[in-house]
């Protein structure tokens, strides 16, 4: 049995694969949308605001509907949908950012053997040294 996973989330605007309609919207009116549509996913262009964009990819909408529920501001469902289930995504990635997964230990030499292993992967402080 295959599982129903649906994705929705956000998509960066420097993608080459994106119509330059939904990345760079210069003549488009606020609180407009533009909907792509391919297979099992939909893209979303949202304006909340003049040189605001948001996009959205969602492989659980596949309709152009708007939420009538976000009178004037005329927001897409599939905006909506991902306000509402983002919150546990930020708590996760607040939680991650405040857990240090260092190990514990009293012998200099290998506090710093660690410190570089951290350093590596990006994750130390630039004024260490």
Sequence with gaps: MMA????????????????IEFSKPVSRPEKNSIFGFRNECTLVSYIPKK????LLVSSLHHSDDINNETGDLQKPEMVTEYNKTKRG?????????SYDCA?????????????????C???CPSNFY
């Design 4 to 19: 129903q996973l649906t994705v929705i989330g956000t998509i960066r605007k420097n993608k080459r694969e994106l119509p």
């Design 51 to 54: 040189g605001k964009n948001v």
């Design 89 to 97: 995504v930020d708590v996760v990635d607040k939680l991650v950012s």
């Design 103 to 119: 190990r514990n230990t009293r012998r200099w030499p290998m506090v710093h053997i660690l410190y570089h292993v951290k350093c």
């Design 121 to 123: 992967r990006n994750e």
